[in-house]
């Protein structure tokens, strides 16, 4: 009767596997739930605004595609930026993020959810956070199975350097991008796992939606051929290794040239011939592999080096092509940024325009703690679990790793990348560490008395002969197939007879368990561990990374100081100023203007062309006359600068004006850094040279600025300005925001030629006529 109560062995595997499967979904449920709302302290501490300086843009291409359909999207040529040569936007963005927001929003109206576009475009990058965070349990599943994959995803959806980038209001091409570069990753090791043309098709559709979204997928194109080469060099290749990489670089090179700001750059720039160079190779390979299984072994080293003299023929040839069509290029093919990941020094050198950005700037040591915090410490005891065993899978996590060390070592921007790595490989870690723990407690539990003990040993030694019984009965085929292939002294081919025996099998498990309190004291290490790890990001989350630039705030001892002069100024230029009137500003604060103000700018943030934006960096840095006829051939009207020396705000134009000086002297060189140093140092205060007192830069900024307290101290500078008293020639004061953030200046009509002519004639003949009559009168 015992017996017949007791439920079979096979049912209660399946049981617990259902339970297994129902909890899992229930986890990464709720880990969704966290990665949307701990993103949301942004819009609860503020308000639902869009945030940073980029997204305004997006914003805006987002507002005209849903108002205006996705054929005048890609028409779409917008003559209120870079005046007067205007921007093609249908060829020049990346359209992934904005298609995908403006489909949410059709879907959303379409089943009668009516939100606004701005509404969706502020929750995109939360929804899709979540998204990341199960693209990340599919990815580290597939490596090391479900519970390091639900450990990597929990540890993505709060690691503070992704959420820097997916806050409530951050609608950048990172929202979306993230998730794709995740996904494509997950779907290149699932292809690589089960050898499946179908995951190998999403794999390049993955890839065409990464192209679509950001400007770093040829970090994909890239990492994936340099796997495939390690797995070759290491004599790992397979047919599976075939089926995953060859239909991406075919159909993914194809998807990616179909869009419009890509195009022929697909298959002529230099960040894309590595892809190319491994698919030669990989065919080369595959058809060594294919002869071998055809021929005899002397016929064989005859057709390896017939293939192999071929092989090193075409690639020198393609080698040629290559180097011929990069050879007139200044910078072989490569683009400005990807040469300054391969040379950080690239960029100070010859493109300040790059260098000037601070998000391209090499991080310090503290930003990997602030940005990934305790994954830090977890990440070399991940690598050391992909080695053991190490697979296809596990080779590509650690290359992915090592490659987004390297790169976020070099630009700060690139920590996003090494997010994903680093939960991975710490969720790895974490799952590794927890069983090793809880095996070791539950162990020492159960053999606390000898009986107990026994009857483990055997329940383990009884599992394991029902294990040998029922793999004695394998097919008698194969084992026929196993003693041919025996005779022909395939050896690397033939699986091991023995099996490993019952003995070993206890030993092996005994010696992997700890002291129970040692395993006990771990467990709670790691639960602390854990538990600081939540709460730092939960206050990256809150204070860090969820103010948005566009409105400031400061902490006093009289409360909490709202600093919203940006929005106030832009809405100023919006009530106060024509439709058509030009703007001039540094190309920071372009997006803003034209999307928040609806006005015409000279410059914006998409810097794609260099001496437009030198020529906005030359006036500035002129005196004021020069600068006024800089401005005046460019049909500005007004002339926007940021400063931030009355309340103390770091990030303003006086902090920014070496490199306009730079920028501009790049291109025009009579603008020199020297002069505007004194003994190399930067300065503001008395000591600051005169060509620094008399540009146009420090005019706009210090004019009027000694009446806030008699004595003009710049809180940025810690400093007395140099130059207190003085008047503007060429240029009048229409706007100060409230707190002195926002100065907009208007140039004054230029004066009458003709006019100042005659005043000069009349002038001239008053005096000879004066100097006539104090000479002695003859007729007297």
């Avoid at 399946?14 to 297994?20: C, E, Q, S």
């Avoid at 400031?552 to 002069?565: A, E, I, K, P």
Wanted: with cysteine.
């Amino acid at each position: 009767m015992a017996a017949l109560e007791s439920p079979p062995p096979a049912t209660s595997s399946a049981m617990r596997h259902a339970f297994g499967t129902v909890l899992s979904a229930l986890i990464l449920l709720l880990i969704g739930v966290l990665a949307f709302s701990i993103r949301l302290f942004s819009v609860i501490k503020y308000e639902s605004v869009i945030h940073e300086f980029d997204p305004y843009f997006n914003y805006r291409v987002t507002q005209f595609l849903s108002k205006n359909g996705i054929y005048e999207f890609w028409n779409w040529f917008d003559d209120r930026t870079w005046y007067p040569l205007g921007r093609v936007i249908g060829g020049t963005v990346y359209p992934g993020l904005t298609l995908t927001a403006g489909t949410i929003w059709w879907v959303l109206n379409s089943i009668n959810i009516p939100l606004s576009v701005e509404t969706v475009c502020v929750f995109t990058a939360p929804v899709f956070s979540a998204f990341a965070s199960w693209a990340t349990y599919l990815l580290t599943k597939e490596v090391k199975g479900s519970g390091a994959g639900l450990a990597a995803a929990a540890l993505l959806a709060m690691v503070p350097s992704y959420i820097s980038r997916s806050v409530a209001g951050s609608y950048d091409n990172e929202a979306v991008a993230i998730f794709a570069l995740i996904f494509t990753f997950y779907l290149y090791i699932k292809t690589l796992n089960t050898g499946s043309l179908f995951y190998a098709t999403l794999t390049a559709i993955a890839y065409f939606y990464m192209v679509c979204s950001w400007g770093g997928y040829t970090f994909i194109i890239n990492l994936i051929p340099m796997h495939v080469l390690l797995c070759i060099v290491t004599g790992r290749y397979s047919p599976r290794l075939y089926i995953a990489y060859a239909p991406l670089v075919v159909l993914g090179t194809v998807l990616a040239a179909l869009v419009p700001v890509v195009g022929f750059n697909a298959v002529l720039t230099s960040e894309h011939f590595a892809s190319f160079l491994v698919f030669i190779i990989i065919h080369v390979v595959a058809l060594v592999y294919y002869i071998k299984g055809i021929l005899s072994p002397k016929m064989f080293k005859v057709a390896v080096t017939l293939v192999v003299s071929i092989g090193l023929v075409v690639c020198f040839i393609v080698v040629a092509v290559l180097v011929a069509l990069v050879a007139s290029s200044p910078t072989k093919g490569w683009s400005g940024r990807s040469l300054s990941l391969l040379d950080p020094t690239y960029a100070s050198k010859y493109i300040p325009i790059i260098a000037s950005v601070s998000e391209h700037q090499p991080p310090t040591w503290p930003s990997y703690f602030m940005d990934i915090n305790v994954l830090a410490f977890l990440v070399p005891a991940g690598i050391i679990a992909c080695f053991s065993p190490l697979s296809d899978a596990s080779s590509f996590v650690v290359l992915y790793i090592v490659m987004s060390v390297y790169f976020s070592g070099v630009m700060v921007r690139l920590m996003l990348v090494l997010a994903p790595a680093a939960c991975i490989m710490s969720g790895i870690a974490l799952s590794q560490a927890f069983d090793v723990f809880t095996a070791s407690i539950k162990y020492q539990l159960g053999g606390s008395s000898n009986s107990k003990d026994d009857a483990e040993d055997n329940t383990f030694t009884n599992n394991a002969q029902k294990d040998d019984a029922s793999a004695g009965k394998t097919d008698k085929g194969e084992e026929i197939a196993k003693e041919r292939s025996s005779k022909k002294g395939k050896k690397k081919e033939r699986e091991p007879a023995d099996k490993p025996s019952v003995k070993s099998k206890i030993a092996k498990k005994k010696a992997l368990v700890l002291p129970l309190e040692a395993s006990i004291v771990a467990l709670l290490l790691l639960i602390m561990l854990g538990a600081f790890y939540v709460i730092h990001c939960v206050w990256a989350a809150a204070e860090a990374y969820s103010a948005p630039s566009i409105v400031l705030t400061s902490q006093s001892r009289d409360g909490l100081h709202v600093f919203d002069d940006f929005r106030e100024s832009y809405a100023w230029l919006s009530h106060n100023t024509d439709v058509d009137d030009k703007v001039a500003s540094w190309w920071d604060y372009g997006y803003q203007t034209t999307a928040m103000a609806n006005r015409t700018v000279i410059v914006d943030n998409n810097t794609w062309n260099n001496t437009h934006i030198a020529t906005v960096g030359t006036a500035m840095s002129s005196p004021e006359k020069a600068a006024w006829e800089i401005f005046n051939s460019l049909d500005v009207k007004y002339v926007l600068i940021v400063f931030g020396g009355l309340i103390g705000y770091p990030s303003d134009d006086i902090n920014k004006f070496l490199w306009m000086v730079r920028i501009g002297g790049g291109v025009f060189p009579h603008i020199k850094e020297a002069d505007y140093l004194r003994d190399g140092q930067y300065r503001i205060d008395n000591e600051a040279t005169p060509t620094m007192l008399n540009s146009l830069m420090y005019k706009l900024s210090y004019y009027r600025f000694v009446e806030t307290d008699g004595k003009g101290y710049d809180r940025v500078r810690r400093t007395e300005i140099g130059k207190k008293h003085f008047k503007l020639t060429h240029f009048e004061e229409v706007f100060t925001s409230h707190h002195w953030m926002v100065r907009i200046y208007k140039l004054k009509p230029q004066k009458n030629r003709i006019r100042g002519r005659a005043k000069k004639l009349k002038s001239k003949t008053s005096s000879g006529l004066s100097s006539k009559s104090a000479k002695k009168n003859p007729w007297i």
